[in-house]
């Protein structure tokens, strides 16, 4: 015991960090199993039953998925990102802001509009913005960007696969107030970047 408790006190909070991550999901795990077997549920009937049910719900929304694929695709291979960005920029040097870094963070606009639509989009154009030569994930844009990702949620995405899971077609006031918390989550992000990168 007292060696457990002499190594964790040498390790740093990072480390420790590190160490409680990669426990919690393999003891949820482990707690659930015994949790089940305290309750008398078969566990694996049960899971065999979530499993069926996780396959009919992955057929209801496909047709979703497909339609934000398409767009995200129509949007990316059409240059319509790189055209506005480039209209933008002309816009701020006519205003007399001719400061690269504010050039700059233009090209994080791609990102900004694909992380309400998929995840996996927004996750292809943050590596896009790593791999660049004049930029990489340590530069101010790349760090900016995994503020960017980790400050907002695949908004359209959620609607659409939850909502049309459970068959709700009026979303009243939802779409408006996650795009309101997407664009105070990506203006921070950008804020926040300039402060601190």
Known sequence: MSYLYETFASLSLVEVAEVVSQWTIPLTMLLIVVWAKIRGVQMYDSFLVGAKEGFGVAVMIMPYLVAILVVIKVFTASGLFDDAKNLIAMGMRGV?????EAIDTLELMPLAFSKPLSGGASRGLLVEIFDDEDHGPDSRLGLTASLMMGSTETTFYVIAV?????QVRRTRHTLPACLIADFVGLAAAVVLGFILF
């Open 162 to 166: 939850y909502f049309g899971a459970v």
């Open 96 to 100: 007399g802001i001719e400061s690269q």
